[in-house]
């Protein structure tokens, strides 16, 4: 089935401080990734979508400036928390879309933050 | 009105019965519709996927698609205590934007 390796799964920075978080489709190509947020016992949100070699897409209310998302290639995307503050601190999950597939994403295993 | 509406349980069935988990969506023109699983703590985990009306089914697991009442729903047969997540359901029309319900809390009683 198709892999998708999400890296760190797990990071702990302090207030100020960028973070970056990468999203490869390890045994397909990604014509489109997504980035969703998501807070303890609530759904996902999703952040952001990327296409290859153009800007990503942000939804209403998430700062472009502050997460910076870029997909390089059509393996990889990156979400960059930039200036993290304690209220950034979430669980960050990507997904990829195969260009081939019916519409199937497949998920990363997460990133959680933690902004101390 | 939300694109797509689940019921936010918690929903229990004991070891064995059949679990059943309902979907609801706004958006006629959807064609791809997914049911994923979610462990606590883990990322979604693609479970079932249907495009067709009618029933789909994969081992222990049967969605049921009907475009004409715009409902997807989930029945587990057999649940196991490891059944015990939350499913979330989610729908698309173009690939390019997913609508994700809230997702259903599942407990399977031992």
């Known amino acids: 089935g198709a892999v998708v390796s999400q890296h760190p799964s797990r990071v702990i920075c302090k207030s100020g401080t960028s973070v970056k978080i990468e999203c490869r489709s390890l045994d397909f190509q990604a014509t489109t990734m997504f980035w969703y947020r998501q807070f303890p016992k609530q759904s996902l949100m999703l952040m952001a979508t990327s296409n290859e070699g153009s800007k990503a897409t942000y939804e209403q209310g998430v700062e472009k400036d502050k997460f910076l998302i870029n997909h390089a290639s059509l393996t990889l995307s990156t979400l960059t928390v930039t200036s993290a503050h304690p209220e950034d601190s979430s669980f960050y999950i990507c997904?990829?879309?195969?260009?081939?597939?019916?519409?199937?994403?497949?998920f990363g295993a997460g990133t959680r933050l933690s902004v101390l | 009105q939300k694109e797509v509406e689940q019921n936010s349980g918690p929903l229990s069935v004991p070891e064995g019965a059949i679990a059943s988990l309902n979907c609801t969506y706004s958006?006629?023109?959807?064609?791809?519709f997914f049911w994923y699983r979610q462990y606590s703590g883990k990322s979604p985990e693609l479970i079932m996927f249907?495009?067709?009306?009618g029933d789909k089914e994969d081992g222990r697991f049967t969605a049921q698609l009907n475009k004409a009442s715009q409902y997807v729903s989930l029945l587990i047969r057999d649940s196991q205590p490891s059944d015990s997540a939350t499913y979330l359901c989610a729908v698309t029309n173009t690939g390019n934007q997913f609508y994700f319900g809230t997702g259903t809390s599942l407990t399977v009683i031992p």
């Open positions: 958006d006629r023109g959807s064609q791809s």
């Open positions: 249907i495009y067709s009306n």
């Open positions: 997904s990829a879309r195969p260009g081939t597939s019916r519409n199937i994403q497949y």
